[in-house]
């Protein structure tokens, strides 16, 4: 068992521990339930500790693995759920105030997938006030710090699941993605995450920011974890309006670290542009590097993207307004400023601007499966910045000042209006020591290629074997 | 040959005589030609008649047939549609002076499907500009009146196509039904009409006016000749976004008169409220006929129809709005009063209240699933009215002054917001000797149940063997 060295393991490595019961679940989560205690002093990613339902969850999994029951390699492996996915029993705040006695009566289908599979819920992670905040400046559950430097931001919405997952205080968290919530943090942090596409995982039981663009997904250290998180997590849900029944992969065993001959596209306009410089050249060299691991990479030009990225900001905008609107309308002084300022912009726009942007939405999907038909994935930036300062409301790049919302979302949103899976894989650090992020994106329904892609990276060339350091 | 009445022939008639070679495709136009020469002077159902490429289509149709290669129930038959189905070198006037010189370069695919069944196009119909004008004036094509009183409106906005198969210019006629387009001439005329499911018949071609509530459909004289034209008309289309791949039914064949069984509910609420005393009756008469046929019929309750009524309009009034918003805002003074009046007020609509109809939207389809778990078909008034005077702007039901348009939408409208596939079947006539219409409606996809119930009734109790007399 002392040969476990925790700080560093992943689902993958673990899982064959507690299989061959070198490590009893048990003991996994008390350790863990250290970490986070560490964590959370410094860091803040979590609302909500369920040390004592984890506890009990651990034993029973101790109990089942004793008798010969390993339900497969997500049993005993504790995850966190950012605190809009519904837990029975357990308050479900949302990050807000307005919801911090709200206790569900169900689980979301995603928590019981998981649980199911006898992973252990320890913790509810911190977010962004709806999921909608634009900075890190939460005003009801306080800021969630960068695990590499802690005057910067985790990123969000989902930061808090991103920082559980850097800093070892779960080994899965589960986010969401509206417009880039679940890849901003997972960049910003460097750890490994998919959007998947619009469809494939449920969203019953999730407390909805945004009808048409929330995509709920797995965050977790490297790509060869997702791949397992998803295969768990991924497939047709009744209760979803939203959910496709679509065949899922065999995504782990998919993994070949084999990519001769994929065809791999780099859009020649708007991903590089209002780019921070070490974010490029650490892009630009990993894509050499998948270059050199065989892939075909080719220029690709995907017309309309500002156009593209406008539209996806009007909808999530319009929508969110219209998915608030009970709680800005009646408990307006108890939403956080930024959210407040963002909702009532989005009250205001017309039905009309909102469907000739769902339009729009129409032409883009048209233009990515044009694209697609030449290449099998898309790299782009993850994040066109590193992790901003908690204090920074702008960036500067590229000679202007951009928002921090801005910046942060110009690389993921579009693939929401799109609603195709998109991975983010950590290429290594600038300078001073904050990650950069890659994002590989594909075809509809097609998660088992741009896994295949961001792992084989992973696999030969930046092995995520360095943590941020709590101590 | 003068054994056939062409006065008073349908589908299913004529086209045994084609098939026996009784009479020629080519007598059948000339016949019909010069029906609608009589009819187009009284009533004015059609912006453009199509005499040449007729005769021309016809003498195909007869060669074929004399080859002895006859290609169905459907070959020969002279059809119209509404001057918003494209037909390729045709002018496609959407009833509006805007697009008067607008001629498509291709057929919509319900054209080409009907044209490959070989019926043949005889002409565009008139209707209600954009298919969004309220009342029947018409200030484009001038008005459509209803041929059994020609001081009547014949209904919209598909009023063009209803008037041309009840007068025998057409057998059968094309239809787009927004809010009742379809149903609500079908019902004022006499004539029998189905709006399919959301999905079930393509919509590329087709000018489109509300995307999420624009349904096409056949118009014919029986519910037993809907039947055959629903059977070429329906399918997936790749080419419609919309359509659905789901299996078509043999409608025709499925039509055996007999309903012992069929579970009908009668709605409790709303259907039988702000209604005609005389259109009430004749509905009620018509229900206790199909249940001397050995359907079961049951009062059922559907919960919040006038939230549903409601939500219906604003959707159909923020998308007009969109999808009109290039003339609206470039040539308002070519938009008849009617129609620029409901787009000042659709281009005022919010987002937010958009997703608020779309989201009560979900909430009725899944009260009308609720409903079909226990019944097979509802049945209901097709319009609440009989044929309003085309200088009447109010009509006075139970004691109050009701805008016509929302009188005559009353009962068709839901079943747009549901998706689900209802046909309006005549039932007979009133005191003053206008036509009065019934509603079945059912599951989606299920049109077959509902065609088998309309055709049953017609078949047994109220056979339409008189039509309105253009002499």
Chains 1, 2 share one sequence.
């Not at 983010?424 to 992020?437: C, H, N, Q, R």
Request: charged share 20%; glycine share 8%; hydrophobic share 40%.
């Amino acid at each position: 068992m002392t040969s476990i060295d925790l700080n560093t393991t992943t689902i993958t490595r673990l899982s064959q521990h507690i299989q061959k019961k070198e490590i009893s679940p048990v003991e996994v989560i008390d350790i863990f339930l250290n970490r986070i205690e560490q964590a959370q002093e410094k860091l803040n990613p979590f609302i909500t500790i369920l040390d004592e339902q984890a506890r009990q969850a651990a034993k029973k999994a101790e109990d089942e693995i004793t008798k010969g029951r390993y339900r497969g390699p997500l049993h005993g492996i504790p995850f966190a759920a950012k605190d809009l996915f519904f837990t029975a029993g357990v308050k479900t705040t949302c990050g807000t105030r307005i919801l911090a006695d709200f206790v569900p009566n169900e689980d979301a289908t995603v928590i019981s997938r998981l649980v199911d599979a006898g992973a252990i819920l320890i913790g509810k992670a911190n977010m962004h006030e709806f999921a909608f905040g634009t900075t890190n400046l939460n005003p009801h559950y306080g800021n969630v710090r960068n695990p590499w430097n802690s005057d910067c931001v985790s990123g969000g919405s989902s930061g808090g699941s991103a920082v559980a997952v850097a800093t070892g205080c779960a080994l899965l968290a589960l986010g969401t993605d509206t417009g880039g919530s679940i890849r901003i943090p997972a960049a910003l942090c460097g750890i490994a995450a998919i959007k998947p596409t619009f469809g494939r995982i449920s969203k019953h039981g999730v407390y909805p920011l945004c009808w048409s663009l929330d995509h709920p997904g797995p965050m977790t250290r490297t790509v060869a974890d997702t791949a397992i998180a998803l295969e768990c997590l991924a497939g047709y849900d009744p209760k979803d309006p939203c959910s496709q029944s679509v065949r899922v992969g065999d995504y782990a065993a998919g993994l070949t670290g084999d990519i001769r001959g994929v065809r791999v596209g780099v859009p020649d306009t708007f991903y590089f542009d209002a780019i921070d410089p070490e974010v490029k050249a650490g892009v630009e060299a990993a894509i050499d590097r998948i270059r050199e691991l065989g892939a075909t990479v080719m220029p690709i030009h995907i017309p309309d993207l500002e156009t593209a990225a406008a539209a996806t900001l009007m909808i999530l905008s319009a929508e969110a307004a219209a998915c608030l609107e009970k709680f800005h309308r009646t408990r307006p002084d108890e939403i956080g400023k930024d959210v407040r300022e963002r909702l009532d912009l989005g009250a205001l726009h017309l039905a009309a601007s909102y469907l000739k942007a769902q339009r729009i939405r129409r032409k883009v999907q048209r233009n990515f499966a044009e694209a697609f038909s030449r290449v099998d994935v898309l790299i782009t930036p993850g994040v066109s910045i590193a992790a901003p300062r908690l204090s920074d409301n702008t960036v500067r790049v590229d000679e202007a000042d951009i928002p921090v919302g801005v910046a942060l979302t110009r690389c993921t949103r579009i693939f929401n209006l799109a609603g195709l899976p998109s991975v983010s894989v950590p290429v290594g650090l600038t300078e001073s020591g904050l990650p950069i992020g890659m994002q590989v994106a594909g075809k509809a329904f097609d998660e088992a290629t741009v896994l295949r892609v961001a792992e084989a990276y992973q696999r030969h060339i930046y092995q995520t074997e360095h943590w941020p350091d709590l101590s």
